[in-house]
C-alpha cells in the first residue's frame, strides 16, 4: 500500500493526474479547468467541525479567488448526497452558500492519484491536502496538514498571488510576500553577471541577494520561471 501511494503522489512541475468525477455541480473533469487556475482540496468529512470551518472560509473569499482568475474545488470521500446535505446545513446554520463544487469519491480514485490518502493518518479518509495546478494543468504546489487542524485561507491566497507574481514577472518572492512589497531578482548564473549585480540599482545586499520593486521586473512568464 505504501509504495503504491508513493508512486501515484504528484510532483510539482509536473502536470495534474486527470479525473472525471461526480460533483454537486454536476460531472467535473480536469479538462474543465483548463486555462484558469484550480486549487483542488480534500477534506476527511462531512459534517465535521474543522472542514465547516474551512469550507465557509473557502466560500467567504471565493470571490477573491474568483478575481484571481482561480477556481476552487472540495473532495471528500463521501456521497454527493452527504455533500448536498452539508452544503444545505452550512446554509441553514452558518447563514453560509458554498459556491463551489464538491467532488464526490466513494471510490477514493481521485483522493489515491492526488495522495491524499495517507495509511498514518487514515485509510478510509483525505487528509487536509490542497493542490494549486495552473492554466496548463500543471501542479505548482501542494499543501498537506493533518486532520486535527484547519488550513489559513488566507495563506492559500497569498501563496497564489506570489506565484502568479512569479510567473509574470520572472522573479521570486521571499518569506510571507505581499503584493506591493519587494520581489527577489533571480540570483546571477555567470561570473560576469556576478560582477556587475551591485551596479544594477537593485536593493543589494550581496551578489546572489538582491531585491526589487516590481515595476522594474520585466514580464518574462512564458520564457522562464524564477529560480530560488
Known amino acids: 500500500m505504501e509504495n503504491v501511494w508513493k508512486a501515484r ?72 448526497y452527504a455533500h448536498l446535505a452539508w452544503v444545505r446545513n452550512i446554509r441553514e446554520k452558518f447563514g453560509v452558500e458554498i459556491p463551489f463544487p464538491i467532488i464526490e469519491d466513494l471510490s477514493m480514485q481521485v483522493a489515491h492519484d492526488y495522495g491524499m490518502i495517507q495509511p498514518g493518518a487514515s485509510d478510509t479518509s483525505a487528509v487536509r491536502a490542497t493542490f494549486f495546478i495552473d492554466p496548463e494543468g500543471k501542479v505548482r504546489a501542494m499543501v498537506y496538514y493533518p486532520m486535527s487542524n484547519g488550513r489559513s485561507i488566507e495563506e492559500f491566497l497569498r501563496l497564489l498571488e506570489a506565484l502568479q507574481t512569479s510567473d509574470a514577472h520572472a522573479v521570486a518572492t521571499p518569506e510571507g510576500w505581499r503584493p506591493g512589497e519587494k520581489v527577489i531578482v533571480p540570483a546571477p548564473t555567470t561570473q560576469k553577471e556576478a560582477e556587475v549585480r551591485a551596479k544594477a540599482g537593485y536593493d543589494y545586499t550581496d551578489w546572489y541577494f538582491a531585491k526589487t520593486d516590481l515595476g522594474r521586473a520585466a514580464p518574462k512568464a512564458k520564457k522562464r520561471r524564477a529560480k530560488r
Open 9 to 80: 503522489l504528484p510532483r510539482i512541475n509536473e502536470p495534474a493526474p486527470e479525473f472525471t468525477a461526480r460533483t454537486t455541480h454536476g460531472p467535473r473533469s480536469l479538462q474543465d479547468y483548463r486555462g484558469k487556475w484550480l486549487i483542488l482540496f480534500s477534506h476527511p468529512a462531512d459534517f465535521t467541525p474543522v472542514c465547516t470551518t474551512e469550507f465557509i472560509a473557502f466560500a467567504r473569499a471565493h470571490d477573491r479567488f474568483r478575481a484571481l482568475g482561480c477556481e476552487l474545488l472540495g473532495l471528500s470521500i463521501d456521497s454527493t
